[in-house]
């Protein structure tokens, strides 16, 4: 790894860069996984982990803050879709065989798995934009910090 350029120093970028757009705490590292995902050079189990870390913030964020003392807007509108994506995780984590990392072949199993794994990015997607979670939309009870 070149000077200067180590994993530490990018994650402080990247955090400051999030900061900068007014992101803070859980909805700074969602931003931060978002921007993350898909990299050219990443593997599928990096992916499959940075889709995973965004639904694990979402699954503890969402309930308890953007929608604190709404259960029935969280229930009929978050609710379903998180389930989704709690079940997408694990058939993912199931699904994955490092042979899908070989450029060499892609197989009918490796085009299930790329398949699942772009129905998981979607439903997060959709979460994240139902819930306004980076939408730099105060919720209840937070300050934000611009």
């Known amino acids: 790894m070149l000077a200067g350029h180590g ?27 978002l921007a993350h995902y898909g ?13 995973h870390k965004i639904y694990a913030y979402l699954k503890t964020y969402v309930p308890k803050v953007a929608y604190a003392g709404k259960a029935d807007d969280y229930n009929r509108d978050i ?8 079940e997408r995780t694990g058939k993912i984590r199931e699904m994955y065989n490092p042979r899908f990392e070989s450029s060499i072949t892609c197989t009918g199993e490796e085009k299930t ?17 139902t819930s306004k979670v980076i ?9 934000m910090v611009f």
Do not use: C, H, W
Not at 13 to 27: D, F, K, L, Q
Not at 39 to 51: P, V
């Open 7 to 33: 994993v530490g120093e990018n994650m402080v970028a990247n955090r400051r860069v999030s900061a900068g757009m007014g992101y803070t705490g859980i909805p700074a590292l969602i931003f931060f996984e």
């Open 39 to 51: 990299k050219e050079g990443d593997t599928y189990e990096n992916d499959r982990k940075t889709l």
């Open 79 to 86: 609710q379903p879709m998180m389930q989704d994506a709690f």
């Open 113 to 129: 798995f790329q398949k699942e794994m772009d129905g998981l990015f979607e439903v997060l997607s959709d979460i994240i934009t």
């Open 135 to 143: 939408d730099k939309i105060k919720p209840e009870g937070e300050e």
